[in-house]
């Protein structure tokens, strides 16, 4: 069992930045695939990044490449979302998830964080 909780979102003027955290509890993070997912409001949820299990590779949705960059720390069982240039578009709310592989969807991923709100004013 794991649990994530979601934290970093806010209110931010388009262009500027914002870096979302997700703890996980438990001694398995390591053996996850974590994944970043949002969702707006009347819209169905997307895929925005995701990292394997060590870290090394990385994978990205079109609409967030280069402005955006997924790590995770897992001596801290922390997985991070660095959002740079961001626009009115990116704005929904944030998820992270847990799963065994690295895929794009969301069905994959077998634990879910609460969701943390990112707001982008143009």
């Known amino acids: 069992q794991v649990q994530l909780v979601e934290s970093g979102g806010g209110l931010v003027q388009a262009g500027g930045s914002l870096r979302l955290s997700c703890a996980a509890s438990?001694?398995?993070?390591?053996?996850?695939?974590m994944g970043w997912f949002r969702q707006a409001p009347g819209k169905e949820r997307e895929f925005v990044a995701a990292i394997r299990r060590s870290g090394g590779i990385t994978y990205y949705a079109d609409s967030v490449k280069g402005r955006f960059t997924i790590s995770r720390d897992n001596a801290k069982n922390t997985v991070y979302l660095q959002m740079n240039s961001l626009k009115p578009e990116d704005t929904a709310v944030y998820y992270c998830a847990a799963g065994q592989r690295m895929t794009v969807v969301a069905g994959t991923y077998d634990y879910w964080g609460q969701g943390t709100q990112v707001t982008v004013s143009s």
């Open positions: 438990g001694r398995t993070f390591s053996s996850y695939a």
